[in-house]
């Protein structure tokens, strides 16, 4: 489409006009103005910079406005400090875009008093500017304890970055650095983020950097264990190797055993680092579509991913072939055969009955020992069954045995009682008698 330049030029003086009447709102604090912006036909460059300043002064005033749009403006650091000078002590804004200009390390300090004031920014975009190394770390650092959710840094010149893991945004969800020059250094401190006890990141994007194999294994290990982030974005970092896109593929579905694929990463729901329909692409999209579809229940997402991977013949020669796995023994020897009836009948049940006479096939060791396991069984029960009799008619051979011995005991005592009563008597008698025979003589002497 064509514009004449009639048309541009009556169309830069309505925009100018709506922005000044925009101004004059905010200045009054209409609560109806939620969203400022500067539009694109050169207003900003008509004013100079203690009118920026003044502009804001108004937004330092104004409790009602949310968004403020700076971006695709060429500002240059003059104007943007003269701005932010003015915005000190501005707390409404939510989002702020600064994206496409051309200001360096210098404005980014001039932000750290708005910033360190802004209790209420959740947003802040200054993507395709100078702010380099430097300005990235003044940023996270004046951003540790504001509420800030996304911070988007892309194409920022950005070489190297360094994360202090003891003062990290504690809200932060998106961390966007895209076309930088981040590499292995730089993936070793995003490590010490996504490995975090405590992490709030769901997205990383990093397409177009310097990133390598090795930097692709050091996020690798980083993710094994995490639990937050669903989005990891790699594509057009020419240093990644299709071993470090198999490294990716295994994190989320690592073939080598149902044991590995059900610990692997359940998840991430997007993960690219190849937009062309490779293999290995199109086989970490099925992996991440089924933490998608059981967002709430990674056990159930691993699962899945067993049934039609580990349980699909052609599936799983894929991946062990993408993945390097030695596959020489049957996928069926790690399960316990009692199960297997069950796993046959899951086979059967989503990949029909091609993939069931494949599995039979695989599988046929373990069925067969599933009848030797169960005659082994009856065997050993009968064994311990009459084991259990025999000590059984020992218990009660040794529990008559006891009986005897208590029954003595008893006859004993009772006879030895009788014994005792019988000696007391006599000697009564023997007393008794004597007696009478002292009776009679003195009674004869007498």
């Known amino acids: 489409m064509e514009f004449s330049l009639e048309w541009m030029i009556a169309e830069s003086q309505r925009e100018h006009q709506e922005i000044w009447s925009n101004l004059s709102r905010a200045a009054l604090n209409d609560r109806t103005l939620t969203k400022m912006t500067f539009g694109f036909f050169g207003f900003v460059h008509l004013v100079d910079e203690e009118m920026f300043e003044s502009f804001g002064e108004t937004f330092a005033g104004n409790t009602h406005i949310e968004e403020l749009y700076l971006g695709g403006l060429n500002l240059r650091d003059e104007k943007m400090q003269s701005l932010f000078r003015g915005m000190t002590r501005s707390s409404s804004i939510q989002k702020l875009f600064m994206h496409t200009n051309r200001i360096g390390i210098e404005s980014i300090q001039s932000m750290v008093p708005f910033l360190q004031n802004a209790s209420n920014l959740t947003f802040l975009n200054v993507n395709r500017n100078n702010i380099s190394s430097e300005g990235f770390k003044v940023l996270w650092r004046t951003l540790i304890d504001s509420p800030i959710e996304e911070l988007h840094c892309s194409a920022c010149d950005v070489e190297s970055i360094k994360i202090d ?21 730089g993936c ?53 190797t299709m071993k470090g896109k198999a490294l990716l593929l295994k994190l989320v579905n690592d073939i080598s055993s149902i044991a590995a694929t059900l610990q692997s990463n359940h998840t991430l729901q997007k993960l690219t680092v190849d937009e062309d329909s490779e293999d290995i692409q199109r086989h970490i999209n099925h992996a991440v579509d089924y933490h998608v579809d059981e967002e709430n229940d990674p056990e159930e997402a691993g699962r899945e991913k067993v049934i039609q991977t580990q349980l699909n013949s052609v599936e799983r020669a894929e991946l062990v072939a993408l993945q390097g796995v030695d596959c020489s023994l049957s996928l069926y020897s790690e399960i316990d055969p009692l199960y297997l009836p069950e796993v046959l009948e899951l086979v059967q049940e989503y990949h029909g009955m091609s993939e069931l006479y494949v599995a039979l096939k695989s599988s046929t060791p373990g069925l067969i020992s599933i009848v030797n396991r169960k005659e082994y069984i009856l065997q050993q029960r009968a064994y ?63």
Do not use: F, W
């Open 384 to 446: 311990h069954a009459a084991l259990v009799a025999e000590h059984a008619g020992i218990v009660d051979d040794l529990d008559a045995e006891l009986a005897v011995i208590e029954e003595g005991s008893q006859v004993a005592v009772s006879g030895s009682k009788k014994r005792r009563r019988t000696a007391l008597d006599e000697v009564q008698i023997d007393v008794s008698n004597g007696k009478a025979d002292h009776d009679l003589t003195y009674q004869s002497n007498k």
């Open 188 to 240: 070793r401190e995003l490590a010490k983020l996504l490995q975090c006890e405590n992490s709030t990141l769901t997205e990383l994007q990093l397409v177009e950097s310097r990133i390598d194999d090795e930097g692709v294994a050091i996020l690798v290990d980083a993710l094994e264990n995490n639990t937050s982030l669903e989005k990891l974005t790699l594509q057009k970092n020419e240093g990644i």
């Open 165 to 185: 893991i003891e003062n990290i945004p504690q809200h932060l969800e998106v961390l966007s650095l895209n076309e930088n020059s981040i590499d292995a250094d």
